[in-house]
């Protein structure tokens, strides 16, 4: 504005709400909602003179709807006459203008009341007064009394009484039956009063007894004392709020004879609270961070946030003004960081609250030295965030220079460190020193050295600490559930900590778990199962689907142990009982929709490449998502997965024992997929039942599972069986004891049997070679072949087997201290090949009595006369007729009778 004539056209906000008689918080509303013209000169804010001056004069011709209601009541003598009743008339016979600064109040002029007033007394009927306005009354709130069939006058008081009991000592303003009738039927439900009258509706009633409660609660009317308590004006002025329905709630407001009272105790707090906090809205905007990180940030730096419902004032969230402080320090640093020109730099401003107990200048010095050239040799973020580990691990700790400590008083340093690359890293300082310093110890400390003696300490986890989290992973908690559909950490933290009680795989595996397609196997996107799993629509069925196709990708794929695969043939084994479906197929679809969604944001440095990622094996993430129940199960360790393999298997030994498997070590090594070696014993096996038999020596329990050999289970069933039944102690013998026993049972050494059932599987597949050859053969060579195997003359150191070594040498053998040919890989056995061939000349005979169709009969007759009676013939010739028929048992009648039926049809 350049001149006063200019400031004549406009109010400011101040002089506006004079005018109007209006707050200056109502004006700002009604601008933000558009429904006044404002005008900005500089940073202050103006309203249009002459609509405001409009808008006054409005207000000043005519009534408020309240206002004119009060008049027409005081018109017609009737204090019933209802606002719907008023509003019927004047939108009918007038016109009712809206309020410009009060979108719930009408306007009627004032010129217009005599008209108004005479249409209302032409047109209005009297409402029913006395018996006839109880009864309608009553009526119309009958689910409010209870009706009985008489009433015992002596017991109850009705409502003539009751009207005149309380016009007299308490309100006299209840003038008319309709009135009184309000008033009782809002008295008396309120104080748990009851209300009651016959079928007939003409009178209400209270027992007698009830009176006294009545007179308590008035009595406590009488006695309020305002002083404790602000009256709604007061607390609208104090707030500046023109609805006070929220802190009425929120603040135990009481209503005394149609007024409001706030208790100034309550409505203190608040004050007090709206003083120290600020909107979280407001705190983001002014920081300029998006809502979903500053929710991330609150939560990391523990700022608490008191949550919208809790506040009285408005449903937003609060921050204490106290807590910006830490906020804007954290967020100054972090552009302090961002903006550090090298790794170095932002090293310093990482660790610069890290001071030492005593001075120790030589050391900070060489870790400057050495971190200078360890950043320059990697710039990997992983390698900085763990020397910024290290450094706050070990730097206040040291009681003396790095330089002046021993071998073990560096390892016991080194225990300081979780971290196991930080650990690393730390020993690579360590040898800076020992490289360019004068140093105590001599010796180059290499981390695997810890690492064996940690991996030696790790043990299973309790039965109690295995079973709570078992419940947590399972349970059907809500917060869980939200918190993992909001955010992926927390869902594949779930998913990796569950998996651990379905299966012992590898975290390298477990990051590989398969990645089921949403599309195809529930027919959704990413974003529809984040919804349906939300929204708690998510069925066992759905949950049954992913289960599955994860399960057909493991087998059909034949999926290999990550770390084993190139040097073992082992397989992958998972197998998810009925009670882990839901739950584990749930999470399973919720982690591949957020990895589909990271995936199509494109975000950088995001792995939306597997449904599992590194992180999930983290503390920290851990505990952010399970909270204090996290630490109260594992104090300040880790769940891990070696831990937890070891738990697991443990689980397995024990379901074996109890159910009678006797193979508990068996399925452990192929759960785990660990490999055996050439006697079928799984090494790694050992370490990982280990702690469930801490009461023996690890190296005795192997060796008792050795001498019992692989097929050891099966003697080790019988026995089991035979001393149960006899009430011998045969289970309570330690495993070397059994073994005796074992023994006396076969007179065979595990190893020998052993060898007799492999010798046995290659016997089996050479003779099937040797069928092969036979049934392909003509006739005249069938004999060459039989020769190898029959006529005696290459023989072996058995009966009925016969050498192909000998066949080159007859004086050789390629195993001349055995005793027997039991494994020897050039034994051919005569007794197999009979087996072999009349176990396939019972199924071609059973075959030509169940076929159907002509050509089936045609080809196994074909089969019969021009394949197998040839080799028959010849083994007869070779073997002799009495030794072929023991193995053979089929006749030349039977022949001739299949071959006579094969002819009639």
């Known amino acids: 504005m350049n001149n006063e004539s200019e400031v004549e056209k406009y109010y400011s906000l101040k002089e506006a709400s004079e005018v109007l008689n209006a707050r200056v918080q109502q004006l700002k509303t009604l601008i933000s909602q558009g429904r006044l013209k404002n005008y900005k000169f500089g940073h202050k804010t103006y ?429 059907n908690d809500e917060e869980l559930i939200e918190d993992a559909v909001n955010y992926r950490t927390n869902a594949m933290v779930w998913l990796y900590c569950a998996m651990h009680y379905i299966c012992a795989w590898r975290t390298s595996d477990l990051l590989k778990i398969p990645m089921p397609s949403l599309e195809s196997v529930l027919g959704m996107s990413a974003g529809g199962v984040i919804r349906c799993i939300k929204s708690r629509n998510f069925t066992t069925e759905m949950a049954q689907k992913v289960v599955n196709n994860v399960l057909l990708q493991v087998k059909v794929f034949d999926i290999k142990p990550q770390k084993t695969r190139k040097k073992s043939k082992q397989h992958l084994k998972l197998a998810i009982g009925e009670s882990y479906v839901y739950k584990i197929g749930m999470l399973i679809a919720l982690c591949e929709a957020h990895r589909v969604k990271a995936k199509d ?24 998502f399970f909270g204090n129940r996290y630490n109260e199960i594992f104090g300040d360790g880790t769940f891990l997965n070696n831990r937890a393999n070891k738990t697991y298997l443990n689980t397995v030994q024990n379901v074996s024992s109890s159910q009678n498997w006797g193979q508990g070590y068996d399925l452990a090594a192929i759960i785990r997929g660990h490999r055996k070696d050439a006697k079928g014993i799984a090494q790694t096996t050992q370490t990982y039942l280990e702690s469930i038999n801490r009461d023996s020596d690890v190296d005795k329990i192997t060796q008792a599972l050795l001498e019992r050999g692989s097929f050891g289970f099966m003697s080790h069933l019988l026995l089991k069986m035979f001393t149960n039944e006899n009430d011998t102690q045969y289970e309570t013998l330690d495993m070397q004891n059994q073994n005796k026993q074992l023994q006396s049972l076969i007179d065979m050494k595990p190893s020998q049997i052993e060898m007799l059932v492999k010798g046995i599987t290659e016997y089996r597949s050479r003779i099937n070679q040797v069928y092969m050859d036979l049934i392909q053969s003509k006739k005249e060579d069938i004999k060459g072949v039989l020769q190898k195997i029959s006529l005696g003359e290459t023989p072996s150191k058995m009966e009925y087997s016969q050498c192909l070594f000998k066949t080159i040498n007859r004086t050789g053998c390629i195993y001349p201290s055995r005793e027997n040919c039991i494994g020897c890989e050039y034994a051919m056995n005569e007794t197999y090949f009979l087996i072999e061939f009349n176990k396939r000349l019972t199924e071609l005979f059973d075959n030509l009595r169940n076929a159907q169709y002509e050509f089936d009969k045609k080809r196994y007759t074909h089969t019969l006369f021009y394949v197998y009676l040839p080799v028959l013939q010849e083994a007869i010739s070779f073997f002799g007729k009495d030794r072929t028929r023991s193995f053979i048992k089929v006749s030349k009648q039977e022949i001739v009778d299949l071959q006579q039926k094969m002819i009639m049809g």
Request: include cysteine; charged fraction near 30%; proline fraction near 2%.
């Open 601 to 624: 944001t494109k975000l950088s440095r995001v792995n939306d490449t597997t449904i599992l990622t590194n992180i999930v094996t983290k503390r920290n993430n851990h505990t952010n």
């Open 47 to 475: 309203l249009g003179k002459k609509e405001i001056d409009n808008i006054s004069s409005l207000l000043k011709d005519t009534y408020s709807f309240r206002e004119l209601l009060s008049i027409v009541r005081d018109e017609m003598n009737h204090d019933n006459f209802e606002p719907s009743t008023l509003k019927y008339y004047i939108i009918n016979n007038f016109e009712l203008t809206s309020n410009p600064i009060n979108g719930k109040d009408y306007r009627f002029y004032k010129a217009d009341k005599l008209e108004l007033i005479q249409v209302i007394k032409n047109k209005y009927k009297v409402v029913k007064r006395g018996s006839e306005t109880i009864s309608d009354f009553l009526a119309e709130n009958k689910s409010l009394i209870n009706v009985i069939n008489t009433i015992d006058f002596n017991g109850f008081y009705d409502f003539n009484f009751l009207r005149e009991f309380i016009k007299t000592n308490y309100y006299n303003s209840l003038v008319t039956y309709l009135k009184a009738l309000k008033h009782i039927f809002n008295v008396c439900p309120e104080n748990d009063v009851l209300l009651y009258s016959t079928n007939d509706l003409d009178n209400i009633y209270i027992r007698k007894e009830d009176l006294s409660i009545i007179k308590d609660y008035y009595d406590s009317i009488n006695n309020f004392n305002k002083e404790d308590y602000y009256t709604k004006a007061e607390v609208q002025k104090m707030f500046d709020l023109g609805n006070t329905d929220r802190i009425a709630k929120l603040s135990n407001a009481e209503k005394v004879r149609g007024m409001w009272y706030f208790d100034k105790e309550a409505i203190n707090k608040t004050k007090k609270l709206k003083e120290e906090t600020i909107l979280k809205g407001d705190a983001r905007s002014y920081y300029g961070v998006p809502q979903t990180t500053f929710s991330r940030l609150l939560k990391k730096l523990s700022i608490k946030v008191i949550p919208g419902e809790e506040n009285p004032l408005a449903p937003a969230d609060l921050l204490y003004v106290k807590d910006l402080s830490i906020i804007e320090q954290h967020l100054t640093r972090k552009k302090r960081l961002d903006n550090a020109s090298s790794l170095f730099d932002k090293f310093q401003i990482e660790v610069e609250d890290v001071q030492p107990s005593f001075p120790i200048p030589e050391t900070l010095k060489a870790y400057n030295e050495f971190l200078i050239g360890r950043f320059k040799k990697t710039r990997s973020k992983y390698v900085y965030t763990n020397q910024v580990n290290t450094y706050r691990a070990i730097i206040p700790h040291l009681e003396k220079e790095i330089m002046n400590h021993n071998t073990d008083e560096l390892l016991k340093l080194m225990q300081s460190i979780s971290q196991k690359v930080a650990r690393r890293e730390f020993s690579y300082f360590l040898d800076y020193c020992k490289t360019n310093y004068l140093t105590k110890y001599e010796e180059t400390i290499k981390v695997s050295l810890l690492k064996n003696a940690e991996k030696r300490d790790i043990s299973s986890y309790s039965f109690d600490q295995w079973t709570k989290f078992g419940l947590i992973l399972f349970a």
